[in-house]
């Protein structure tokens, strides 16, 4: 990120990004922790998992991979931007993270897919729950997303053995690729998977607000659900919207550093473009420890496992105070 007109912002990456990553690491492995707990006891229990809840199993599994790469990013960035284990462990680090990031999104649509067919074509999602198509729809994202994020792979970053994570300063033929390799990216990998989720909630929505003679209870839940519909759309657009705009834009804007026309804008202009690319990578990152808030309330199982729970420990809790007062009165009456 660095450039002829020498308007870097070393300082502010060293900053943010240890500080937002490690942060990121710790809530997403507590988070996830928890959802593997509650999905190891549902398949010990049924010894099967349905396709909603395969499909977030593969969801939590991207996110923890995604999540168990940022120590090695906060790393890079404590050391003063300092890279010791090699350029294969750099450009793997580089390829295990956007490979999930939009794993994730595929995932996302996944689900975001069967919610429509569960209420707008109930017959159809329980044909889909019944028959082994969940895991054959996992494996076709994967080897999608695999293959559509190998390039990357292959580009390059700073020279140097010690350098890593960032963008070739200065280098108009490789910034020109990343160019080509965004806009593939921001239309398969972030347009489409985007309509698809807005087509899908805009049905939803429309259905669970639909008037209809049901009970106060059940009018309820059709109030809580549209909420969440919001609720995830809303992680979704406040995630991946900001990254993809600005990367866009960041990177036309260091095109045009590269190729010299950069030094006619401000520095300001400049610094406050690759500020804006930090923050909105930031955002992007974040969404990985966001996913077990909608584990919670899309999977039904969550909210079964965690109800039991707290009417066990209140069981528990009810049976020692009853212990106590016994144990109190055999003192008293002896």
């Known amino acids: 990120m660095n450039s002829s007109c020498n308007c870097t912002i070393d300082d502010f990456k060293r900053s943010v990004f240890p500080a937002v990553y490690l942060l990121i690491f710790i809530l997403g492995i507590a988070g996830h922790s928890v959802s593997i707990y509650v999905f190891f006891r549902v398949w010990k229990k049924k010894r099967s998992l349905t396709s909603v809840n395969l499909f977030m199993v ?14 090695f990013r906060a790393f890079y960035f404590l050391s003063n931007s300092h890279w010791p284990f090699g350029n294969v462990a750099c450009r793997l680090i580089f390829y295990v993270f956007y490979l999930n990031m939009y794993s994730s ?7 975001n897919i069967m919610r429509y067919l569960a209420l707008v074509h109930p017959y159809r999602f329980l044909r889909l729950q019944s028959c082994c198509r969940g895991p054959l729809v996992c494996c076709l994202i994967w080897l999608f997303v695999a293959l559509a994020s190998s390039p990357l792979l292959l580009a390059s970053t700073k020279k140097g053995a010690e350098k890593c994570l960032e963008l070739t300063s200065g280098n108009a033929t490789v ?6 390799i965004n806009d593939a990216t921001l239309a398969v990998g972030f347009v489409l998977p985007l309509a ?4 899908c909630s805009v049905f939803v ?3 669970l607000l639909k008037p209809s003679p049901v009970h106060r209870t059940v009018q ?9 519909v919001i609720i995830s759309l809303g992680f979704y657009l406040i995630c991946f919207l900001p990254y993809h705009i600005v990367r866009t834009l960041f990177l036309h804007a260091e095109l045009d550093v590269a190729n010299n026309k950069g030094c006619e ?6 610094q406050g473009m690759r500020k804006a690319a930090v923050v909105s990578l930031c955002l992007g990152t974040a969404n990985s420890c966001l996913d077990p808030i909608l584990f919670f309330f899309v999977g039904e199982n969550f909210r079964t496992f965690f109800a039991k ?6 069981a528990d809790t009810d049976n020692r105070r009853r212990s106590q007062q016994r144990a109190e009165l055999q003192v008293l009456s002896s």
């Open 309 to 314: 729970m707290l009417r066990r420990e209140k």
């Open 175 to 180: 910034i020109r690729t990343l160019i080509i």
């Open 220 to 228: 309820t839940s059709r109030k809580k659900a549209c909420a969440l």
């Open 196 to 199: 698809i989720i807005l087509w």
């Open 58 to 71: 593969n969801l939590l599994v991207s996110d923890l991979m995604q999540v168990c790469s940022l120590p």
């Open 105 to 111: 999104i595929y995932f996302l649509v996944a689900l």
């Open 265 to 270: 804008n401000s520095c300001e202009f400049i």
């Open 205 to 207: 929505v429309h259905r």
